[in-house]
C-alpha cells in the first residue's frame, strides 16, 4: 500500500505543478520599437538675397548667402543642410546638367537607387528635377533647376552625421518637402 500511497502522492505533485504552469502567460518576444519623431510645421519665408533668384524656405532654417550667391541652408534641428550653387548659362546648358548629373550618379556606388522626380512650371519658366538617392549614400537628395536662358542652380542635402539611410529617412521626407516648396516658389529676377 505504501507503495501505491506514493504513487499518488507523485501524481499529485505532477498534476498540480502542471496545473500551475499552465496559468501563465504564454513568453512573446516584444515588438520592435519605433522611434517616434515629430517635426515642427514649416512655415516659410521670402528669401530674397541680392541675387539673380528668390525662393522661399522654413522658418526653422538659418539661410547665409555669400557674394557668388551660392546659398546654405541649414536644418540646426535636423543637422542638416541644403547646399545650393548658382551658376549663371553662357551657352553651357548641356554642360550644366551635366556636371549636375554627374554629382548625382558619382553616389551610386553607395546608393540602392537613384530616383528623379522631373519638375516644370511654365509660368514662372522653372524647369528642373529632384533625384532621391536611396541607400547610405552621402547626400540623399540632390536637386537642379533653370529658366534654361540665364540662370542654373543645383542643391545637395548633407547631413552631418554618417549616412544611415533607414535612421535618417524621416528627415529626409521632411526636408524633401521643404525642397520642393523651394522649387514651387522660385522666381528668377
Not at 65 to 86: D, E, H, Q, R
Not at 168 to 179: E, L, R, S, T, V
Amino acid at each position: 500500500m505504501t507503495n501505491s500511497k506514493g504513487r499518488n502522492i507523485i501524481f499529485f505533485i505532477l498534476f498540480l505543478s502542471a496545473l500551475v504552469s499552465s496559468c501563465e502567460e504564454d513568453v512573446l518576444p516584444k515588438p520592435k520599437a519605433q522611434l517616434r519623431l515629430e517635426y515642427q510645421e514649416p512655415n516659410y519665408r521670402s528669401n530674397n538675397p541680392n541675387c539673380p533668384y528668390k525662393f522661399e524656405t522654413s522658418s526653422t532654417a538659418v539661410v547665409k548667402t555669400n557674394n557668388k550667391c551660392w546659398t546654405n541652408i541649414n536644418y540646426p534641428n535636423l543637422n542638416a543642410s541644403v547646399n545650393i550653387t548658382y551658376r549663371t548659362i553662357e551657352n553651357n546648358l548641356k554642360e550644366l546638367f551635366i556636371e549636375s548629373e554627374k554629382l548625382t550618379f558619382k553616389h551610386a556606388i553607395k546608393a540602392d537607387g537613384i530616383s528623379s522626380i522631373p519638375y516644370t512650371n511654365d509660368s514662372k519658366k522653372v524647369y528642373g528635377a529632384i533625384y532621391e538617392v536611396t541607400g547610405n549614400a552621402a547626400s540623399p537628395i540632390q536637386f537642379h533647376a533653370t529658366d534654361s536662358v540665364n540662370n542654373f542652380i543645383t542643391g545637395a542635402v548633407y547631413f552631418n552625421v554618417q549616412p544611415n539611410y533607414d535612421s535618417i529617412k524621416p528627415a529626409i521626407n521632411y526636408i524633401q518637402k521643404d525642397i520642393i516648396h523651394l522649387l514651387e516658389t522660385i522666381e528668377w529676377k
